[in-house]
């Protein structure tokens, strides 16, 4: 690694649901200070929001420095840039539209930070999904919100954890209306996306990727569905003629309850639920969401606002402290392959130069 390569990555922070456990997670993380040597966190939020919180769960040694803006950042510092001006009514474990809009708004500056290259990645905290939209915000979630921002669909949402990555043809859309959106193209394109992330995100020279059916058993032959002959196995067959190494279509229980998955590099879902269900399983506490395929890195706990135990000091740290870890290594693994795959025409302009 180079020695540009070695410098601490600045970190955005989005606060999420004022009324969730955003800020709790922030600061239980971040109270003794020991992660400070991997990476420079930049909250997005309001001091008197950090400080409502830290008063409410009685924490005494968490402390901040406060700054205008990115240019400000000071490493070995915990930043915090004020996101929106004026106080906030906060009522933890309560839905509410004006947290939802306090939510928006660090999203808003953090996302705008991460765009102009200020920042080196993003961690949001959960948002509450209904009592965030808005005029400027008309998205289903996260992963939208910033392929709109930077203005592509080419993006995928990755489930990061120990035993299993995964990754979902369709997100966040309605159960009836899978069908038609898992087609070849689509198929095509994840596998691409997924696989292009393995290799220069998570270091893995030739990935192995499952691929699972959409219909019970795998359509049994076109008995109970036909989307596996007419669209999944042609998206594979296309991947394997790129390179890409694809297997299956898998049937979903029978793949996950014989720990097939443990055989592979990553799984690629057609839907939500079919993906999500068995990766909360086993990772729940350790689970990441990642956003592969953006220009900029984004990653998130797997999980949401938790209204039921905010500000009760008892939030599982775990996963945001996982997608902390998880993006500062992105961040080391893209510049390494950055580095590698630009090094053998730098070594032939070196050996003109000599000749």
């Not at 402390?63 to 106080?87: C, H, M, Y």
């Not at 979902?168 to 159960?175: E, N, P």
């Not at 039921?308 to 500062?328: H, Y």
């Not at 090094?343 to 130069?353: D, G, S, Y």
């Amino acid at each position: 690694m180079s020695k540009g390569n070695n410098r601490i990555p600045k970190i955005g922070i989005t606060i999420g649901d004022l009324n969730g456990v955003g800020a709790e997670l922030i600061l239980n993380t971040f109270k003794e200070g020991n992660f400070l040597q991997f990476f420079t966190p930049v909250i997005y939020a309001s001091a008197p929001t950090i400080i409502y919180h830290k008063n409410h769960l009685g924490i005494k040694q968490f402390s901040f420095q406060t700054i205008d803006n990115a240019d400000g950042i000071q490493p070995k510092r915990v930043n915090l840039i004020n996101a929106w001006e004026g106080e906030v009514k906060i009522e933890i474990g309560v839905p509410d539209r004006s947290t939802g809009s306090a939510a928006l708004q660090s999203l808003q500056k953090a996302a705008a930070d991460l765009k102009e290259g200020k920042i080196d990645g993003l961690v949001t905290c959960p948002i509450n999904k209904e009592t965030i939209q808005s005029s400027s915000f008309k998205f289903p979630g996260h992963t939208e919100y910033l392929g709109n921002l930077f203005e592509t669909d080419n993006y995928l949402m990755m489930m990061v954890g120990e035993q299993l990555k995964l990754a979902t043809v369709t997100g966040h859309i309605a159960l009836k209306e899978v069908p038609e959106a898992v087609t070849k193209k689509k198929i095509l394109k994840a596998l691409k996306i997924l696989n292009q992330s393995l290799i220069e995100d998570f270091g893995i020279e030739r990935p192995k990727i499952a691929v699972l059916g959409l219909n019970p058993h795998a359509g049994e032959n076109g008995l109970l569905g036909n989307e596996e002959s007419e669209n999944i196995q042609p998206a594979i067959d296309e991947a394997n003629r790129q390179k890409i190494l694809a297997f299956g279509p898998y049937p979903a229980d029978g793949f996950f309850g014989t720990c097939m998955h443990s055989g592979f590099d990553a799984v690629l879902t057609m839907y939500h639920d079919q993906g999500l269900v068995p990766f909360k399983l086993l990772e729940f506490e350790n689970g990441v969401n990642y956003t592969a395929g953006l220009p900029a890195l984004r990653t998130s706990p797997d999980h949401g606002t938790a209204y039921q135990i905010a500000g009760k000091g008892i939030a599982n740290t775990q996963s945001f402290k996982e997608a902390m870890f998880l993006i500062s290594k992105i961040i080391r693994n893209r510049a390494m392959h950055s580095e590698s795959t630009a090094q053998p025409l730098e070594n032939k302009k070196a050996q003109l130069k000599d000749d």
